[in-house]
């Protein structure tokens, strides 16, 4: 069974300039998640979504960051304009469905380190 | 709010010892999991060892073993006959019961398995 995949590893760019990160999920999973992990400290949740639609976006700053999982599958995350403070680790995790039970693990991606100079 | 907080930034083992990571949370639910993952260098969350909080009876997973205690909301991680492949970041987590499948992390440990 595939895992999760993210796109692109590393990236590298200049406070103010757009950027987008990718991920698909494990086959069959419908729920998607978005983490932001800065260094130093636990991966916090920025938005999770249900099939193609939003469960939690409280902790998505969208002023700048916005994320879309069009037809249930896979999503895009973008950052625009970047802040140095974007600097971070963004992983993407899905998992079988949203109720919590103990089947019901979230599988992580290796996710995309970000640098924002 | 769930907080979960683990007060050992670093913890190092000689190999083929045994080592205790720290970890405590902060929750009104009675019901809820617990969850150590382990972040090596390639950034990739692993999955330990999970605990449900309606079972008193410690989880167990080959190496790994935790010790749950629901009333001073602890959840200690205890890794026997240390390996080198076991060095890396290792983050205590919860999920509540009920709600949508959201983990709440802790700041993480660095572990560092000597030679």
């Known amino acids: 069974e595939a895992g999760v995949a993210q796109s692109p590893r590393y990236k590298i760019i200049e406070k103010r300039q757009s950027v987008a990160f990718w991920c698909n999920p494990i086959?069959?999973?419908?729920?998607l998640y978005w983490y932001q992990q800065i260094l130093g400290q636990g991966p916090k949740l920025l938005i999770q979504?249900?099939?193609?639609?939003?469960?939690?976006d409280s902790q998505l700053p969208k002023d700048r960051f916005s994320a879309e999982r069009l037809k249930g599958v896979d999503s895009t995350l973008k950052i625009q304009p970047a802040k140095l403070e974007d600097s971070a680790v963004y992983l993407c995790?899905?998992?079988?469905?949203?109720?919590?039970?103990?089947?019901?693990?979230?599988?992580f991606g290796p996710g995309t380190r970000l640098t924002v100079t | 709010a769930q907080t979960v907080t683990q007060s050992q930034p670093e913890m190092s083992v000689q190999e083929a010892e045994t080592v205790t990571l720290s970890c405590t949370y902060d929750t009104s639910e009675s019901d809820y999991y617990l969850f150590w993952y382990k972040q090596p260098p390639s950034r990739q969350m692993i999955l330990v060892i999970r605990q449900e909080a309606y079972k008193q009876q410690n989880a167990t997973e080959n190496r790994f073993s935790v010790n749950f205690q629901k009333a001073a909301k602890s959840f200690s991680l205890k890794i026997s006959d240390s390996q080198l492949g076991d060095a890396a970041m290792y983050f205590c987590a919860y999920r509540p019961e009920t709600g949508a499948n959201n983990l709440f992390f802790g700041t993480g440990t660095r572990l560092t398995v000597i030679p």
């Open positions: 995790a899905s998992s079988l469905r949203i109720r919590t039970d103990r089947s019901n693990e979230q599988y």
């Open positions: 979504f249900q099939n193609n639609g939003v469960v939690d």
């Open positions: 086959s069959g999973h419908a729920t």
